[in-house]
């Protein structure tokens, strides 16, 4: 079978590295990769051939980087492979570039008139371009045809390589959480009371089931090795089984403040794994990714927020309903979150905000998009334009309509709608009897609007659901997933804006507002 090379790159060979690779730090020989090849793809090339194409793929692209792909200096044997990413682009650009190979005689092009055009009347004419429609393009145009427009269409609705490269890099960034699953057979205490035999609540040492192989079953041994449980605290005197669980479970103020002060039931995560050393691994992976030049060879002209540093957070405690919000109008904020103290007829600790005064808030002052930009606008290379914005809008079930209409008023498009589905400490269903009519309410709506022409800048559209599942933690504390969605969405180093804020939810690269920060 032929080899299939393109300008000297073994196309096959690039292909094959990218499909063997499933670390991050690899080692491989060889003799064995020669063998695996040539099985794979029916060819016969021998060793030197692989070595000599293997320096061709490091010399074209790889050694211009990060120097990801090498011999090692020991053993020029083993082949080095830290990351994939360098061996995914090249693969894609030669595959791009040996598609647009076509075996179609040229076309004749109709013939430019006579006349000297400088720059700027080339860049007006491709402007003018832009705002016509196909439609609109004349077959007689000496300089414009509809084969032009259309060609140019099809060029400006491709991706990015910015776009393809920020989605490898985020599939290649290392996982912080793990998961761990949870015992479903421990009924009515059986697993977590022989736990607690073994098991020191308070210093919390975890236990080598291993030495007690004669007292319990192999399959008791591996759930107490391998799944979360949760252990029963009974407080004597004071807890009493028959009542249940607390409604509350971890968040229940009464019993962090004094456990004889709640006569319901509570429980103590009970984790065999621990995850110190991995929480470890990946601060130390962000640490050395800051470290790095600014500049990263994987992103054109610089393009990447992935290597500059984040802005610290600003916490500005206000009342929001007399705030200016002139002083929001002068910065450029790419995405806001507003959690309004809706009225829901309970008691809060700093009160809540009646439908007037949140419907007068001036929040159309917050994203004011430009138009009209002129020609030097657009070749004036120092201006950043960012048309518009993103509102993420906190709501009740009773104040769905109220969001919309507070949205449309102050000139937002409804774009999305998000639900925040809430589990408890045991991983349930949040049932509280705190809020609801008639049904209990165990998940929030976040409405997201949009104002402008965000298309030019949004990053990574339809890369995340519309869906988050995440336990509650401190009373008005939202999910930190709704913070890296819209990161990801806007970029990680864009400056963001939080209203109704408060001291928990504080976050790098974002400034809140609010009367708890």
Not at 80 to 86: A, K, N, T
Not at 443 to 458: P, R
């Amino acid at each position: 079978m032929k080899v299939n090379y393109y300008n000297d790159i073994n196309v096959d060979l690039l292909s094959f590295i990218t499909m063997i690779y499933e670390h991050t730090r690899t080692r491989y020989n060889l003799n064995i990769m020669i063998s695996s090849y040539n099985r794979y793809f029916n060819h016969d090339l021998n060793k030197d051939t692989l070595i000599n194409d293997l320096n061709v793929i490091i010399d074209h692209y790889v050694n211009v980087g990060n120097n990801d792909i090498y011999f090692d200096n020991v053993n020029e044997n083993l082949l080095i492979l830290h990351s994939i990413i360098d061996i995914k682009v090249l693969l894609e650009r030669v595959i791009m570039k040996q598609n647009d190979i076509t075996d179609d005689p040229p076309k004749k092009v109709k013939s430019m008139p006579n006349k000297i055009i400088d720059k700027q009347s080339q860049s007006e004419l491709f402007f003018q371009l832009l705002n016509q429609t196909n439609s609109a393009i004349s077959e007689t145009n000496n300089s414009i045809t509809k084969t032009d427009y259309q060609k140019m269409k099809n060029i400006l609705s491709q991706k990015t390589a910015f776009y393809h490269l920020y989605r490898e890099r985020l599939k290649h960034q290392p996982k912080k959480h793990k998961f761990l699953p949870v015992c479903t057979d421990d009924h009515k205490f059986q697993h977590s009371m022989k736990i607690l035999k073994y098991f020191n609540i308070k210093t919390k040492e975890k236990v080598k089931w291993e030495k007690y192989k004669n007292q319990f079953t192999s399959k008791e041994i591996e759930c107490f090795s391998k799944n979360k449980h949760f252990l029963p605290i009974i407080v004597k005197n004071v807890t009493d089984i028959s009542l249940g669980d607390c409604s509350y479970l971890d968040t229940c103020h009464k019993f962090q403040q004094n456990p004889n002060s709640c006569k319901y039931l509570h429980y103590f995560d009970y984790s065999p794994v621990d995850f110190t050393n991995d929480c470890k691994a990946a601060v130390e992976y962000i640490e050395l990714e800051k470290e790095k030049d600014a500049i990263d060879p994987l992103f054109t002209f610089n393009l990447s927020n992935y290597k500059r540093s984040k802005q610290k957070p600003i916490a500005v405690n206000c009342d929001i309903r007399h705030y200016d919000f002139d002083k929001i109008q002068k910065h450029n904020y790419n995405a806001v979150i507003a959690d309004p103290p809706w009225n829901i007829h309970m008691n809060v600790p700093n009160g809540s905000c009646n439908d007037e005064e949140l419907f007068d808030l001036p929040l159309n002052k917050i994203h004011k998009p430009t138009i009209n930009y002129s020609f030097a606008d657009y070749t004036d290379k120092r201006k950043i334009y960012k048309d518009g914005g993103i509102m993420a809008l906190w709501v009740t079930v009773r104040s769905i309509n109220l969001g919309k209409k507070l949205l449309l008023n102050n000139g937002y498009k409804i774009g999305n709608e998000l639900s925040w589905i809430k589990i408890n400490q045991l991983c349930r269903t949040i049932v509280t009897g705190r809020t609801g009519h008639w049904l209990n309410h165990s998940k929030e709506h976040l409405l997201i609007g949009y104002k402008g022409n965000i298309d030019n800048w949004l990053l990574l559209r339809q890369q995340d659901l519309d869906l988050i599942v995440s336990q509650t933690r401190e009373t008005g504390r939202k999910p930190n997933e709704l913070y890296e969605i819209l990161e990801r969405l806007c970029g990680a180093h864009s400056i963001n804006l939080e209203l109704f804020g408060r001291e928990n939810n504080l976050r790098e690269g974002w400034v809140t507002l609010g009367n708890e920060v």
